[in-house]
């Protein structure tokens, strides 16, 4: 499998996709906002069916359009607070509606759908250049912006109270929320790249004991499923994203049995105190 | 619990705002949300150690008072001020702590500690990287030991009783030492003993830190009888009455 150039490329892709992903989906879903990955991934085709069509790169159309949509969704969500989740729904309907337009107009059907499900042959030189610089710049900013985005997590008028820039690191992850989507939609697929976001952060959520742990394990989860994914993908000849869905399903299953029988066994050690 | 008035506190206090000036006044305040007015012409004063309790149901209009004095609502200008300071103006909160609702405490789904969380809400302490340090921990150690929660600093907040979630909410709010504790409903959601215990330990801290607080609850009768309370008001349809 290393002996061929696209096999090297799209494994340093998801190695740094890998990692980029969960420590992006932990700040979702503690900020409880994990649909609007679902949101974005969705609109991204949109901007890939957009970037065929016009001749320019598919993730830099997707790239645009995810930009533009989350800054849309923040902003309804902010001025409406009351209405929860109905932005992203709304924006993730506009954005379905546009693409299945778009899609009727994009040159031959294969390229578009294999945005879909990902594809292990994807990946481009200048992919594996944009994934390292986004790893650095959502790594430096989850270590820069580590208790900020804590206490944001807890309550953002907490937080403000407390010194943190609330407006300013929700605007700087929204932004690395939506570049990270759409560079992943590539090699994981739009379809799935949401459940890429949330699904190593939910195994962590049930074996983790504080926050750091959380953190280590989702970034270690992530890279995992990614790198065996891909793996599994080469040599069973299936569609990567597919492969790294249905590994990371196995690990949550395996993580919430791993809780459910560590919570038994406090139980017993409690009784047998008694 | 031991006085711990510092002198960086003093000098904050002195530097901010005067120290003359009353902890918290407001002046007609009124509110809408969209048209029909939720607050109308509320007005208290608060002075330096003394408490302050609003008493009222569901709707009557608390919770957006509350939000108003943190600054989460724009109020008009000239109406609320704090340590003598604009609210509409006021950036810097560190003379403010905030205990809030039981039902934004339910929100933390994640397995955070009471010691990550207090070594993580000093950020003004922090360097360009907002990362808690050794000596981050060690304040919130302190802290954690001072409110008998140091035993349960490594336990998952979610794993933690009412009252204890509570009581390490209120360390978290305390270990900034402001000099004005906002209290939104702190005992809704907590069982009678800790709401007692929650209760007495405002009661330390105004007689022995010298503390100022609100308390805005509709716990009346627990209050009046837990609470040194200097001054109590009902909040009814948006119009705050003496109690």
């Avoid at chain 1, 800054?71 to 379905?96: C, H, K, N």
């Avoid at chain 1, 929320?177 to 939910?202: D, E, F, N, R």
């Avoid at chain 2, 921990?137 to 954690?144: D, G, I, P, S, W």
Wanted: hydrophobic share 45%.
């Amino acid at each position: 499998m290393f002996e061929f150039a696209f096999m090297q490329r799209t494994l340093i892709v998801g190695l740094f996709l890998g990692m980029s992903i969960p420590l992006i989906g932990i700040i979702m879903v503690n900020r409880r906002t994990s649909m609007m990955g679902d949101a974005l991934s969705h609109t991204s085709l949109a901007g890939v069916a957009l970037g065929l069509i016009l001749g320019i790169n598919p993730s830099l159309g997707a790239a645009a359009i995810c930009i533009v949509s989350a800054f849309l969704i923040e902003t309804l969500r902010e001025r409406f607070p009351q209405y929860g989740d109905m932005a992203t729904a709304v924006i993730m309907s506009i954005g379905l509606g546009a693409a299945s337009i778009l899609s009727d107009f994009t040159p031959g059907g294969n390229s578009l759908e294999s945005y879909l499900f990902g594809s292990i042959a994807a990946a481009s030189p200048s992919d594996v250049i944009v994934s390292a610089v986004l790893f650095l710049f959502v790594l430096m900013a989850s270590i820069f912006f580590y208790s900020g985005l804590l206490n944001i997590s807890i309550d953002p008028n907490l937080a403000r109270i407390d010194g943190v820039h609330v407006r300013t690191i929700n605007s700087i992850f929204t932004l690395l929320t939506a570049i990270t989507v759409a560079l992943s939609a590539k090699t994981v697929g739009i379809l799935l790249v949401s459940s890429l976001l949330v699904i190593p952060v939910a195994c962590s959520l049930f074996v983790a004991r504080s926050y750091k742990q959380m953190y280590i394990m989702s970034v270690a989860l992530g890279l995992g499923f990614m790198m065996i994914g891909l793996t599994m993908s080469w040599y069973m000849e299936i569609k990567p994203g597919g492969a790294i869905i249905l590994l990371a399903t196995t690990g949550l299953i395996i993580s919430a049995l791993y809780a459910r029988f560590r919570k038994i066994k406090h139980k017993n050690n409690r009784m047998a105190e008694i | 619990m031991s006085s711990k008035n510092t002198k960086d506190q003093k000098d904050h206090l002195n530097k901010g705002q005067n120290a003359n000036n009353p902890v918290i006044m407001v002046n007609n305040l009124a509110f809408a949300y969209v048209e029909d007015p939720v607050l109308t012409d509320i007005n208290f004063t608060l002075h330096s150690q003394e408490s302050l309790a609003i008493y009222g149901a569901n709707g009557s209009g608390k919770s957006t008072l509350m939000r108003l004095l943190l600054g989460e609502l724009s109020s008009a200008k000239d109406t609320i001020y704090i340590f003598g300071q604009d609210v509409t103006e006021k950036k810097d909160w560190r003379d403010v702590g905030y205990v809030p609702q039981m039902n934004v405490t339910k929100n933390v789904s994640f397995p955070v500690t009471p010691l990550e969380m207090l070594a993580s809400c000093q950020i003004r302490k922090m360097g360009f990287i907002k990362m808690p340090g050794k000596k981050h921990y060690e304040v919130a150690r302190k802290t954690l030991k001072r409110f008998s929660l140091l035993d349960y600093g490594k336990v998952p907040f979610t794993e933690l009783s009412g009252g204890l979630q509570q009581r390490t909410m209120i360390a978290r709010a305390m270990l900034a030492e402001p000099n004005l504790l906002i209290l939104d409903e702190p005992t809704a959601g907590v069982d009678e003993q800790n709401k007692k215990d929650f209760l007495q330990l405002l009661n330390t801290l105004k007689d022995e830190d010298g503390i100022s607080y609100v308390l805005v609850t509709h716990e009346k009768d627990l209050v009046e009888q837990m609470v040194n309370i200097d001054q109590a008001y009902e909040i009814r349809n948006g119009v705050l009455e003496n109690v």
